[in-house]
């Protein structure tokens, strides 16, 4: 049997990312627009396909997109700050949160 492949989608009627094994849901990242900026709020990956990478798949893939649109994001979730804690490489595309006036 051949497994599907991982498809990373926006749907921004959701706010969010989905990473899909054929027709079915296997994570997603939640975001929330800010102007010309991206904030990066939530990753989950469905308990059946943790360990296999989507995480990381979902992550690269919203960064490389920002960086390719000109799109700067802020992330909040811990598990992206820990994914660019490993990967400075992508420090091009994060932009801090503004103060509160």
Do not use: W
């Amino acid at each position: 049997m051949i497994e599907p492949a991982l498809a990373i989608v926006d749907c921004p009627d959701l706010s969010r990312y989905e990473a899909l094994l054929g027709n079915t849901l296997a994570g997603f990242m939640e975001y929330r627009l800010a102007g010309a900026r991206r904030i990066l709020v939530h990753t989950e990956v469905l308990p059946a396909y943790e360990g296999q990478g989507i995480g990381v798949a979902l992550v690269r893939h919203v960064l490389d997109e920002a960086r390719a649109s000109g799109i700067r994001v802020t992330p909040k979730c811990p598990f992206i700050l820990a994914f660019l804690a490993r990967h400075p490489e992508y420090g091009d595309v994060v932009s801090q949160a503004r103060p509160a006036r």
